[in-house]
């Protein structure tokens, strides 16, 4: 694994599992952005146990979950989004350095990497602020009793396509992704569901 030891291998792979984990925050439930970001977390802290890296900038890195949480959970907060995005820049450019504090990170693949990663952030999280801005417009009630298809492994969390909308929901069982589902009783803006044996064919 000396490829890792690489600072710019590192800082991409450490953009890499910090951008899973917010994707993660963003659409819950898909469990692939979750091992991803584990994965990529995992490496980058083997990195960081190995190079010589400032503490501050790591801390940036962890202050930057906070404003990203609150941005995405209602709308109009895209300064919090915004500020996130720059302590994420900030943090991950700098957790690398050299000669005490200097980046050790190649200053064209952080211009790139961060630019993409701001933008791609920008616009993800900006959807999910106004898909949250409008599901209390939806009445949810609607949806007990209808029947849709598990587009995730569901049992704590998960997610479940009805009436051409993707919903949060969970279920008391593990329900396979694919899975004919039905709902029984919403909680809040999630819907409780249980798997569906009365129909044999897949929901498209």
Known sequence: MDFLLDPNVAY??????????LMSLVTPGTGAFEIG???????????VYNLSFNGWALLLLVLSVIPFVYAIQKPKREFYLGASILLLVAGSVFLFST????????????LLASSLLAVFLWVAARKTMQANAAAP???????????GEARSKIHGDGSVYINGELWSARSEETIPAG????VVRREGLILVVEKDSSQTSSLQ
């Open 12 to 21: 991409l792979v450490l953009l890499g599992g910090v951008l899973l984990g």
């Open 37 to 47: 970001a584990f994965f990529c977390l995992a490496l980058a802290g083997y990195a």
């Open 99 to 110: 000669d005490g504090w200097k980046p050790a990170v190649n200053p064209v693949v952080a």
């Open 137 to 147: 417009a939806h009445d949810l009630d609607v949806l007990i009793g209808k029947s």
């Open 179 to 182: 899975s004919l589902i039905r």
